[in-house]
């Protein structure tokens, strides 16, 4: 099928393969239970460890109130936990559980499954191209969530 006059255009194929990928992680996912957007926040607040909430709400994409919520869940189910910045008393911060990392480490397994045939098709070299590029629009636009 030709795209017309959206050839040129990168919104439609980024969200082709988005929607693509997210239906293929939500039948992989469910049987975790986890809200949509879980194991994005668990491994950012892995590799982020200290940083605040308006931070990993920006780099997830989400919403302050969402990301709130997804905090709750995996609060309530013993994967994270609320600690005291030793720096600042009066802020807290998340930290994942040892349940919280075999969780994402899981789930993390779970996406790179359903990542494969992309990872296949592309090989490391233009997987990392790729990886790059999307950071670059990203930044180039402004957006939440740059690596930049």
Do not use: H
Not at 36 to 60: W, Y
Not at 65 to 93: C, F, H, K, T
Request: with cysteine; charged share 20%.
């Amino acid at each position: 099928m030709d795209w017309g006059i959206l050839g040129g255009s990168i919104g439609p194929r980024v969200r082709l393969l988005r929607n693509t990928l997210n239906a293929g992680s939500l039948v992989q996912s469910e049987p975790y239970g986890l809200p949509t957007g879980s194991l994005t926040v668990m491994a950012l607040i892995a590799a982020n460890p200290g940083c605040s909430q308006v931070q990993l709400a920006a780099l997830a994409g989400i919403t302050g109130p969402s990301l709130v919520g997804i905090i709750a869940e995996l609060e309530e189910r013993g994967l994270l936990s609320r600690e005291r910045d030793s720096a600042d008393r009066r802020r807290n911060m998340v930290v994942l559980t040892a349940a919280g990392r075999q969780t994402m480490e899981a789930l993390f397994a779970t996406v790179t499954e359903i990542e494969k045939p992309v990872r296949d098709a592309l090989g490391p070299q233009d997987m990392a191209m790729l990886i790059a590029l999307l950071d670059r629009a990203i930044g180039a636009l402004g957006a939440r969530g740059s690596a930049d």
